[in-house]
Nanobody, 125 residues
């Protein structure tokens, strides 16, 4: 089973940028499709972005499309989420997750079997 650790969160002002990283260990990274989810205070966890095992397929939520970009570097066992033009509505704990569906994409939490501990992103106005 793959283990995941996120980093890169923190405070940022409106309009700023952050890059989150998710480092995987314990298995062959390219065997897994990967996803980013986020959970704002008092709300359910929502899908943000997904990327297939070799990075040829990507998907982002309409709420972040054009501002966020998901990439991965299989040689470094790392997935990234580049977040630009951040707004207070992006404040949340961001989680990375891994799914056995390495050839496709999924926005469903139930498809992901491994999760990181989350990293806090706080956007101030």
């Amino acid at each position: 089973q793959v283990q995941l650790v996120e980093s890169g969160g923190g405070p940022v002002q409106t309009g700023g940028s952050l890059r989150l990283s998710c480092v995987a260990s314990g298995d062959t990274f390219s065997n897994y499709g990967m996803g980013w989810f986020r959970q704002a205070p008092g709300k359910e966890r929502d899908f943000v972005a997904a990327i297939s095992g070799y990075g040829d397929l990507k998907s982002t939520s309409p709420s972040v499309k054009g501002r966020f970009a998901v990439t991965r570097d299989n040689a470094k066992n790392t997935m990234y989420l580049q977040m630009n033009n951040l707004s207070p509505e992006d404040t949340a704990v961001y989680f990375c997750a891994a799914t056995d569906m390495r050839w496709g994409l999924s926005a469903r939490e139930s498809d992901y079997g491994a999760w990181g501990q989350g990293t806090q992103v706080t956007v101030s106005s």
